[in-house]
């Protein structure tokens, strides 16, 4: 069963629907949330189905996909739908009728669920399950990491936060281990708190345009790195990603800041195996403007940044226009290549 929050986005007024649903069932619950189409709702699953996702869907699709699932028995999600979340993981479906044709051949999927996070931890249950003998001195110093990851392409077994998949029947989609680099684009609002002829700031701010804020381009670099948690690790932002298919596909997010022609400007640099395709861009897209509306940017914007002009307050994000663009769509022939490749990891 898939439980579903519709929420009628003039009214809204707020419903729950429990999928599958007979025809009848849904249109009584258009009528009880005084809508003529489901496009008229939001609505959020629970779990967070949303996560696993293609990034375009309709509650019909939901509904189908509910019924597949009911015929499957899984419909405890937190035991017999892991296979299927892992699964999920490890295909990246763009369309509903891929995720449909995932459910209805769970049975080709083989899925170590417990205690294989890692290439290594494949590596060691490789080992074990094939009672590869191992000298006992020589075993601290094998690569299991590298092993692992040989192993796993020869089983064509792909890696997932909820642990390693294999499908019997075709190959898994892999992502190649060498990092894509590419940078967004967005306008900064800033404003300061000018300090008087002893010093004090002033309690009323003032503007300061994107044009003036080049001065103070080091300045805001350096709070933005003071920004950084140590539990980010490398990966920074992309740690909070939902999207299953933006978390295996981004390696790293960075904010950052640039100057461009004569402005400066909000940057999103983003590291990933592999270019990063239309929906999965538009995806991030809508994550960053969510970080830099309500969530990173919306701290930072409340960190006041010491310059010898006054304190000084950014944001990265701004209502009136914003708009995310890629360097080609900013700077167009002026940009450089996009597909800048890095060391593989």
């Not at 937190?78 to 449909?100: D, I, Y």
């Amino acid at each position: 069963m898939i439980r579903v929050c519709l929420v009628n986005l003039s009214s809204r007024q707020v419903e729950w629907l429990d999928l599958p649903a007979s025809c009848e069932e849904l249109e009584l619950m258009k009528a009880n949330l005084g809508v003529k189409d489901f496009s008229e709702c939001s609505y959020r699953s629970v779990p967070d189905l949303e996560d696993y996702l293609p990034r375009s869907w309709n509650m019909e699709e939901l509904n189908d996909l509910a019924a597949t699932l009911k015929q499957k028995g899984i419909g405890d999600f937190e035991k017999a739908g892991r296979k299927l979340w892992a699964v999920l993981e490890a295909e990246l479906p763009e369309t509903m009728s891929q995720m449909q044709e995932i459910a209805e051949h769970l049975e080709d999927y083989s899925v170590l669920l417990d205690g294989i996070e890692t290439p290594a931890d494949y590596a060691r249950f490789v080992i074990r399950k094939g009672k590869i003998p191992l000298d006992e001195r020589i075993a601290p110093y094998l690569d299991y990491d590298a092993f692992g990851k040989d192993q796993m392409r020869a089983d064509g077994a792909v890696q997932t936060s909820l642990g390693a998949v294999v499908c019997h029947t075709h190959a898994l989609p892999e992502f190649p281990e060498e990092l894509t680099t590419l940078r967004l684009y967005s306008p900064l609002r800033a404003e300061m708190y000018v300090k008087d002829e002893w010093g004090n700031c002033s309690y009323d701010s003032e503007d300061v345009y994107p044009d003036e804020l080049c001065r103070y381009e080091e300045a805001i670099r350096r709070q933005i790195g003071m920004e950084r948690l140590d539990s980010e690790g490398e990966r920074g932002l992309a740690v909070y990603l939902g999207n299953k298919r933006l978390e295996r596909k981004v390696h790293s997010l960075s904010p950052d800041v640039e100057v461009w022609r004569g402005e400066l400007w909000g940057v999103l640099e983003v590291k990933s195996h592999g270019e990063l395709q239309g929906t999965e861009l538009d995806a991030l897209k809508d994550f960053w403007s969510g970080q830099a509306s309500d969530g990173w940017g919306e701290g930072f914007e409340q960190r006041e940044i010491a310059t010898s002009d006054g304190d000084l307050c950014v944001s990265f994000w701004n209502s009136e226009d914003y708009q995310i663009q890629t360097e080609q769509e900013l700077k167009g022939q002026n940009a450089p290549d996009l597909t800048i490749q890095m060391g593989g990891i």
